[in-house]
T-cell receptor
Framework: DAGITQSPRHKVTETGTPVTLRCHQTENHRYMYWYRQDPGHGLRLIHYSYGVKDTDKGEVSDGYSVSRSKTEDFLLTLESATSSQTSVYFC???????????FGEGSRLTVL | QQQVKQSPQSLIVQKGGISIINCAYENTAFDYFPWYQQFPGKGPALLIAIRPDVSEKKEGRFTISFNKSAKQFSLHIMDSQPGDSATYFCAASGIQGAQKLVFGQGTRLTINP
């Protein structure tokens, strides 16, 4: 069973501060993704990774950066948080040959 | 640019009824169409998915109908139950490579007992 741990699960921060969200997987899945979920927009892809040190931009990448130094960890960083980045952030992994994306339980970020 | 449009935004169905949620897509390169179910406080979970080589796929009470020429697909929930109350998302992507899923806006489904 695929396992994803997102941390922190909840965070409140102030505008202009840096924030890092962590996604940790317990299996060696190659593809990892960061999505944000907002009412009326569904889920939108921020960045994804197709291997260690291999990342690419998604639909809404402005203001975000990512890093993947180990297969199991995918970090999402907001260099200088803004109120528009208040959202629920989901990490996902691609399950091998099925094509299924398996999502974590989300990290709720509030930027005041 | 919304590549996948989903309707309705919210839906209320009586227990035992049929719930129908519709999606339309624009990109003809899409060849993988999943539906995800999300309960409050949880991440989306794959419910059922279809490839464009078939027009219908059924798993239990859940059916996807797919119309390639119209670029539309829909989710039908038969004999809807209160436990089906959740938010449903359609999505689309290519199946090869990074498989960057594009999601619809979501439908909040409520099944009244």
């Amino acid at each position: 069973d695929a396992g994803i741990t997102q941390s922190p699960r909840h965070k409140v921060t102030e505008t202009g501060t840096p924030v890092t969200l962590r996604c940790h997987q317990t299996e060696n899945h190659r593809y990892m993704y960061w999505y944000r979920q907002d009412p009326g927009h569904g889920l939108r892809l921020i960045h994804y990774s197709y291997g260690v040190k291999d990342t690419d931009k998604g639909e809404v990448s402005d203001g975000y950066s990512v890093s993947r130094s180990k297969t199991e960890d995918f970090l999402l960083t907001l260099e200088s948080a803004t109120s528009s980045q208040t959202s629920v952030y989901f990490c996902a992994i691609r399950i091998g040959g099925t094509g299924e994306l398996f999502f974590g339980e989300g990290s709720r970020l509030t930027v005041l | 640019q919304q590549q996948v449009k989903q309707s309705p935004q919210s839906l209320i169905v009586q227990k035992g009824g049929i719930s129908i949620i519709n999606c339309a897509y624009e990109n003809t390169a899409f060849d993988y169409f999943p539906w995800y179910q999300q309960f409050p406080g949880k991440g989306p979970a794959l419910l059922i998915a279809i490839r464009p080589d078939v027009s219908e796929k059924k798993e239990g009470r859940f059916t996807i109908s797919f119309n390639k020429s119209a670029k539309q697909f829909s989710l039908h929930i038969m004999d809807s139950q209160p436990g089906d109350s959740a938010t449903y998302f359609c999505a689309a992507s290519g199946i090869q490579g990074a498989q960057k899923l594009v999601f619809g806006q979501g439908t909040r489904l409520t099944i009244n007992p």
